[in-house]
């Protein structure tokens, strides 16, 4: 058995508020011995490609503005990811789920990559630097999370 082939992949803007935890989950995680790949995406979605290097899983984690109390983390599986409501009026290019539809479509090989999703609810993404208290203090527990099940996890 080999050890686990994980992509995180952390999402957003960090001259946006609460919409930088994607990035700052990333850099939690770089700071601790974790067997995952964690990389930083900006606001594009589309640059997936450029970044996987064959994991069978990329874990995305991002602000998702679901109505609920700020530093609320949401959790989505693969299919759950692909189902999000299709807003265009967001920071990405493309929505999450209509950018990795169209990767799929445009990159065969990454049909098989298997998605899941760590989503901060934002108490603000207004222009600014730094997180909310209630969402920095989600930042080590996603971390965490993440830490904990790649370490429970293995593939053949």
């Not at 850099?27 to 974790?34: F, G, I, Y």
């Not at 901060?120 to 730094?130: H, K, N, Q």
Request: aromatic share 6%; charged share 20%.
């Amino acid at each position: 058995m080999s050890g686990p082939s994980i992509l995180v992949a952390g999402f957003g803007n960090d001259f946006a508020e609460d919409d930088g935890v994607g990035a700052a989950v990333v850099d939690h995680l770089r700071s601790q011995p974790v067997g995952v790949r964690a990389e930083s995406c900006a606001t594009d979605s589309l640059t997936l490609p450029g970044l996987w290097r064959g994991e069978r899983e990329i874990w995305l984690v991002d602000a998702v503005i679901r109505r609920s109390s700020p530093g609320t983390i949401h959790r989505l599986e693969h299919d759950e990811v692909f189902s999000l409501p299709q807003r265009h009026a967001t920071v990405h290019h493309l929505s999450l789920p209509e950018s990795l539809r169209w990767i799929c479509h445009t990159y065969p090989e990454m049909r098989r990559v298997r998605y899941r999703l760590w989503g901060v609810e934002p108490a603000s993404i207004t222009l600014g630097e730094g997180l909310s208290k209630p969402v920095e203090a989600a930042v080590p527990r996603v971390s965490g999370e993440i830490q904990s099940l790649c370490s429970a996890m293995t593939f053949v």
